[in-house]
């Protein structure tokens, strides 16, 4: 919603300002539809050919991403903490029971509480994995945090590959724009012989293609780009959060504790309140 009102108030605003000022929109209009087949076919082609195909595979969902926002909300890292609680709380009273659990998750009955994060291969993966490992002694914590934490920088690098990839192409939108304008001089020039009306006119469409490649670039790809590495990163967050829960749980510390540990680490905007949480934990201690 707001990325679509930052398109149409950035057009409206740069168009609608060269209209009042007394420009002339026709000349922009006409070569609009040839300045845009140089500039957007030289940005796609060479997009396509920087790209591996599992980045060109994403670049439609990626962009949908960042028009949509953030997968996770407030709500999925409550219901995250309550999930890591009850597996926590599992793993130090039952293990042979836990390992059910992990082993199966698509069949527990605590991980299709939450079926938005059954979902997500990746966190169900991290929290499956870690608590697998764990029941195989692999459980220095210190060692299992730097070894969540290079998963997670490893998934991080696989998520940003579109949005680095975008703003790769929007870095190079200004010179496609300048390519656009040279042909358009050169076309000029070979019509040298003609009046200064009709020069003029051609001359403003040439430089239309300069006028497209940064509008482009710095109006609408860059700020899409930036966009979806802030929406990446925010999802990102929820890694963390089951990160800091389960190497906590290593630590040995109370399971109330390792869940607080994991809310204190959520983003502030989508922290679950203390209270909140604690409503929550106490339904489920109530309910087992």
């Known amino acids: 919603m707001f990325g679509a009102a930052g398109i149409v108030v950035t057009i409206v605003m740069v168009f609608g300002g060269y ?45 949908m991403r960042a028009f949509k926002g953030p997968a996770w909300q407030g709500q999925d890292h409550e219901d995250l903490l309550c999930l890591l609680f009850q597996l926590l709380r599992l793993g130090r009273s039952n293990a042979v029971e836990l390992e059910e659990h992990i082993e199966n998750p698509e069949s527990s ?23 697998r490992s764990a ?75 300069t006028f497209l490649g940064v509008f482009l670039a710095y109006g609408l790809v860059s700020p899409l780009a930036q966009r979806l590495s802030a929406v990446k990163k925010h999802d990102l967050s929820f890694y963390e959060v089951i990160k800091s829960v389960l190497v906590a749980g290593l630590h040995h510390h109370a399971t109330n504790l390792c869940v607080e540990v994991g809310r204190q680490s959520a983003p502030e905007q989508l922290r679950p309140s203390f209270v909140s949480l604690e409503n929550a934990l106490r339904d489920i201690k109530r309910a087992s």
């Open 19 to 63: 209209a009042l000022a007394g420009g002339k929109m026709e000349v922009i209009l006409h070569a609009l539809p040839f300045e845009m087949m140089i500039i957007g076919g030289a940005a796609i082609g060479s997009y396509i050919l920087s790209n591996s195909g599992a980045v060109l595979k994403h670049t439609v969902s990626g962009i």
């Open 109 to 131: 009955e605590i991980f299709r509480a939450y079926p938005r994060i059954l979902a997500d291969h990746e966190a169900v993966a991290i929290i499956t994995d870690t608590l």
């Open 135 to 209: 029941s195989l002694n692999y459980d220095d914590p210190y060692q299992v945090e730097d070894m969540l934490t290079k998963r997670i920088a490893l998934i991080k690098e696989e998520e940003m590959h579109v949005a680095h990839a975008l703003q790769s192409m929007a870095d190079a939108l200004p010179a496609l724009g300048i390519v656009a304008a040279v042909l358009g001089v050169i076309k000029t020039m070979s019509a040298i012989d003609q009046p200064p009306e009709i020069l003029g006119k051609m001359i403003g469409s040439a430089l239309v293609g």
